[in-house]
């Protein structure tokens, strides 16, 4: 990922745990939940990090509307974002993200079909898994293509608590769920 080098950043707290925000010139360029996987450590974390910005109005915003979210208090988001730092594949893949709505949810496969490019789902997947603008950019709605969660870089139960919020994960689907590390199970069963 390439980040504009006037890049600023801040730390917020969530429903979900603490998040890192950053802003280029042009828009909301990343939110990460801590520790997660493919952050921009290096610019998050040290003596590289992007300087923070608590006062930064976009910042503001984007940390106010994202707590409003996951409280269950707005149904989306009226921000500026800047997708820039991705390839125009991963573009591609995360404006189409952008297209999913709440509530609803899309395969791997379905994104791969919908870009004309039906023979990528592994890059797909490889896309949504770099997506740098978490639960903005939709990337938990996207499920494996047996309707099961899979990979979310914020992690499995984040997901399945952004999808139930969104009403788009019922409690009576115990399938979809996250299990515990090393529980093994056949598919279809809690």
Known sequence: MHYHPHTVQTRADTALGPVRLAASPTGLCGIWFEGQRHEPSQRLHGSAAWAEADGHPLLQAATHQLQQYLRGEREGFDLPLDLSGGTPFQQ?????????????TRTYRDISQQLGRPRAVRAVGAAVGRNPLSVVVPCHRV?????????????????????????ALAAEQPSLLPHPPGQATMKGTP
């Open 143 to 167: 499920l494996g293509a047996d309707g099961s969660l899979t990979g979310y870089a914020g992690g499995l139960d984040r997901k399945a608590a952004l999808l139930t919020l969104e009403n």
């Open 92 to 104: 591609e893949v995360w404006q189409a993200l952008l297209a999913i709505g709440r509530g609803a």
